[in-house]
């Protein structure tokens, strides 16, 4: 017998698998921080955590924990309890029947499952399941063309095993799983181009690109070689200073939009200032802060994109650190800013931080 249980109770978080232990010490942190207690319900490399409410109150939970505002999450939902044990004969009737008693209409209906070898397994019957749902909930009226982009997800996480979940357009990410599908180019000198691309889709909205990511605008380029970051700002028709003791991919050169700097990028100064800074070098999280911090309070770049590398254990209590470093030092300098950092589907045992300055630049 599946136990079927039609009202949301907690919420489903996707994350990079062996990251687990730094969503939950942050979601605990950040709960806690709003007043609410919440226990997780996770296993080691799973790729995803639960979260549940200890007293019920899933709206509140939900309230203290945006998407937008967590780093180590890649997508947040809130869910029904899971239906296990189901039988391979009728996988279908328990999810029709959890659905319908939810009573929940959608326009959209998701398979996914964890970013895992064994998770990734499921997709094909994730999809050999989806024209006889889709069809029988939209029978149901369930399934209805505008329900105000409401989407029901359904998270396999065997093949026995779904969770059943829903999102709303806004506090959600729109990529399925939460890993943005970009493709390299294959004039790219390295493929952690792609990182750079993904944090701008994540951090940028795309109606603002053509102003914030401009022609003709100067660009940073800490730790540059051999060019990827780089060749993405020159491909939005930047001028860049690179600054890498290595080479520069010959082909990016020869655009003549980069001055190469062989130089050390923890002491190299800018002739002028800049729009962008842009860092990917791998060293100790708390010295890149520093250095960014040197910069965004010097004013000498409007926004900055930089990854701290966390080969350590306390990966979250270290991003942390780091986070209230730079904004103590901004806040002391009276610089107004956003920031927001996310381990991104690209980023392996780092996370990327983005942080602007916002308003009239202040007098020096
Ligand atoms: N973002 C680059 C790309 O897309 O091709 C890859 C950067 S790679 C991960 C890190 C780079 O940082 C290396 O090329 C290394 O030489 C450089 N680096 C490390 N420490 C540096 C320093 N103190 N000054 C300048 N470059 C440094």
């Excluded at 010490?25 to 997780?40: C, K």
């Excluded at 520069?248 to 003549?256: G, K, Q, S």
């Excluded at 040197?294 to 991003?319: G, H, S, Y």
Aim: charged share 30%; proline share 7%; glycine share 6%.
């Amino acid at each position: 017998m599946v136990a079927i249980e039609a009202t949301a109770s907690e919420l489903l978080f996707y994350c990079r698998p062996g990251f687990e232990p730094d969503l939950i010490a942050e979601l605990t942190e950040r709960a806690a921080e709003a007043g609410i207690a919440a226990y997780p319900r996770a296993k080691p490399d799973t790729g995803f955590v639960r979260f549940v409410p200890a007293d019920g109150d899933l709206v509140g939970l939900a309230a203290a924990l945006p998407l937008d505002e967590l780093i180590f999450a890649r997508q947040r939902l809130v869910a029904l309890h899971p239906l296990e044990r189901l039988s391979r004969e009728d996988r279908v009737t328990p999810i029709l029947d959890q659905l319908q008693l939810t009573g929940i209409c959608f326009d959209s209906l998701w398979h996914e499952c964890p970013d895992t070898n064994d998770g990734q397994s499921l997709v094909r019957l994730a999809r050999a399941l989806d024209r006889p749902l889709q069809a029988v909930l939209r029978k149901r009226g369930l399934l209805v063309p505008d329900a105000a982009g409401l989407r029901a997800h359904l998270f396999w996480s065997a093949g026995d095993r779904v969770q059943i979940a829903f999102s709303r357009p806004g506090e959600r990410s729109d990529w399925p799983e939460g890993k943005p599908r970009l493709r390299a180019a294959s004039d790219a000198p390295s493929r952690s181009a792609l990182k750079l691309e993904e944090a701008w889709h994540t951090f940028i909205p795309a109606e603002q690109w053509p102003e914030r990511l401009a022609e003709g605008m100067q660009a940073v380029d800490l730790g540059a070689a051999p060019g990827g970051w780089t060749w993405q700002l020159v491909r939005r028709g930047m001028h860049v200073h690179a600054v890498d003791n290595g080479p520069m991919d010959e082909r990016l050169m020869a655009t003549t939009q980069v001055e190469h700097h062989r130089e050390d990028a923890f002491v190299w100064e800018p002739p002028n200032p800049v729009i962008w800074l842009v860092c990917d070098i791998v060293d100790k999280p708390a010295r890149v802060a520093a250095r960014m911090g040197d910069w965004l309070e010097r004013q000498w770049c409007r926004e900055a994109i930089f990854n701290l590398k966390l080969p350590m254990k306390k990966r979250w209590q270290t991003v942390r650190d780091c986070l209230e470093h730079l904004d103590e030092r901004l806040s002391d300098a009276g610089l107004a800013n956003e920031v927001r950092a996310r381990q991104l589907y690209h980023d392996r045992e780092e996370v990327t931080v983005h942080i602007r300055l916002v308003g009239e630049p202040l007098a020096r």
